[in-house]
């Protein structure tokens, strides 16, 4: 029932953001352990509550463009870089 309807409006997005060829997630808001171990599970990085300016400046290194939703996605939003790392910076 609705339940099951819930799951399936979380997977659909979940399998929209592989299915655009995305190999980093990284969002505003928090990422919740079932989408990390779902992406964990298809060789995906994620990582959530990144700071605006931290996500407009690695879409600008990248080439990437920020998404507001799932709906839709491509891989002409996708952007490129030859690493990607996190690093800890400080005591943040």
Do not use: H
């Not at 997630?25 to 992406?39: C, E, M, N, R």
């Not at 600008?60 to 990607?84: E, H, P, R, Y």
């Amino acid at each position: 029932g609705i339940v099951n309807a819930e799951w399936k409006i979380i997977y659909d997005k979940l399998d929209s953001c592989v299915d655009c060829g995305a190999n980093i997630v990284l969002s505003k808001l928090p990422i919740g352990d079932l989408a990390t171990q779902y992406f964990a599970d298809r060789g995906l990085f994620c990582a959530g509550r990144v700071e605006e300016e931290d996500l407009k400046r690695v879409a600008k290194a990248t080439g990437a463009a920020m998404q507001t939703t799932t709906n839709g996605m491509s891989d002409d939003i996708l952007g490129t870089c030859g690493l990607f790392e996190e690093r800890r910076v400080g005591d943040e």
